[in-house]
C-alpha cells in the first residue's frame, strides 16, 4: 500500500501556485504539480491524475466552479479544495452543491493550510483502508 498522494494547484497567481507548492509539499504530498488557469490544470488532471486539487475560485478563462464540476465529472473521489477570498454565501454554497470537498479562505495562514492538507491527508488514507 503506497502512502504518497500527489496534489495539483490551480491558481492564476504566480506567487500563489510557488507557495503553495512548496507548502504542499512540506507538509506532506509526495508529488505536487502547478496550473496557472482550468484548462491547463484539467489537462494535468488528466496526465498527472491528482489525489487532491487546491483550487482558486475566481480565475479567468475558466472559474473554478467550471473546474471543480468537470473534474468530479471524471472523478468523483477526487478532493477539491477550493481555495477563495470570495466569502459570499451563496457562493460557497454552490461551491459545496458542485461538490467541493472543502473550502479554504484567502488570505490564508500557513496554519490553516497545514490543518486542511492533514484533514485531506486523514481522508485518502481512510479511503485507503477501505479499498
Known amino acids: 500500500m503506497s502512502t504518497s498522494y500527489r496534489a495539483l494547484a490551480i491558481d492564476d497567481s504566480p506567487h500563489v501556485r510557488i507557495l503553495m507548492a512548496k507548502l504542499l509539499k512540506r507538509f506532506g504530498f509526495e508529488g505536487v504539480e ?3 488557469n482550468g484548462k491547463v490544470g484539467l489537462e ?6 491528482p489525489d487532491a486539487i487546491f483550487l482558486d475560485g475566481i480565475m479567468p478563462e475558466m472559474d473554478g466552479l467550471s473546474v471543480l464540476r468537470e473534474v468530479k465529472k471524471r472523478n468523483v473521489n477526487t478532493i477539491v479544495i477550493i481555495t477563495s477570498s470570495l ?5 460557497v454554497l454552490q461551491f459545496k452543491e458542485s461538490g467541493a470537498d472543502y473550502y479554504l479562505m484567502k488570505p490564508f ?14 481522508l485518502l488514507a481512510t479511503r485507503q483502508k477501505v479499498e
Open 34 to 36: 502547478t496550473a496557472e
Open 44 to 49: 494535468k488532471c488528466d496526465s498527472f491524475k
Open 87 to 91: 466569502s459570499e454565501r451563496d457562493k
Open 109 to 122: 495562514e500557513e496554519s490553516k493550510l497545514q490543518e486542511m492538507v492533514q484533514k485531506v491527508l486523514n
